[in-house]
């Protein structure tokens, strides 16, 4: 049976992992909280710095996750995946590379002006080797991402699959990541569309 083991959302200013809150207060902006979840939960990476704001939340909720899964000594890297989604893929770092353009082009934003970097930058950190796919559509897309995974896990294609939605345009954000995993826990959650809408929707957010 494959099972949701973790999960964690992100927005107006706090984190949620697996329901409970990750920090002791809100933040007051995207960049606040995401210092203060790296500082508070040692979340190390060389190139942290350089990553775009989308990069920087889609790690730092991957690694809320992930970190304490050692998942690539569970299994091998080519069966560990990823599929993520979002509605605006990388056109907030879009933007701010156009604005560059008009004096000397920024190649360390260029670099941030697809998507599935965010995915590499997980992948990278992980050592996840297996099929990876970022999508974009209006909202998200809970169908097709149970699909995706569903078949990669099913196929025996993976073992482990980090899943869902990092969104980042201007002053919004929201991030919401799960790990899906097989017969793992008693108490976890069976990996069902309907389980991915629910846990979405009953995750606590600050101002809530």
């Known amino acids: 049976m494959l099972q949701i083991t973790k ?3 992100a927005e107006n200013g706090q984190a949620f992992r697996n329901g409970s809150p990750c920090l002791p207060t809100a933040s007051d902006s995207l960049e606040e909280m995401v210092s203060a979840l790296v500082a508070q939960y040692h979340i190390v990476h060389s190139r942290f710095g350089k990553m775009d704001r989308l990069s920087q939340l889609g790690f730092t909720i991957a690694e809320l996750i992930l970190q304490d899964r050692h998942l690539a000594q569970k299994h091998e890297p080519h069966m560990l995946g990823v599929v993520l989604n979002n509605s605006a893929a990388s056109l907030d770092t879009d933007m701010k590379y156009w604005e560059t353009t008009s004096n000397i082009p920024s190649p360390a934003l260029f ?13 990278i950190k992980n050592n996840f080797k297996g099929e990876n796919f970022f ?7 809970t169908h097709l991402l149970f699909c995706h ?4 896990l099913n196929s025996n294609r993976a073992a482990a699959c980090l899943g869902g939605w990092v969104e980042v345009l201007n002053n919004s954000y929201n991030a919401f990541l799960f790990l899906v995993e097989k017969d793992q826990e008693k ?22």
């Open 111 to 123: 670099v941030y002006t697809l998507p599935n970097i965010v995915v590499a930058e997980i992948c």
């Open 149 to 152: 995974i569903s078949e990669m």
């Open 7 to 9: 999960y964690c959302r």
């Open 187 to 208: 108490k976890a959650a069976k990996f069902t569309e309907e389980n991915i809408i629910n846990i979405y929707n009953t995750t606590p957010l600050w101002n809530s």
């Open 135 to 141: 999508f974009v559509s209006e909202k998200m897309d």
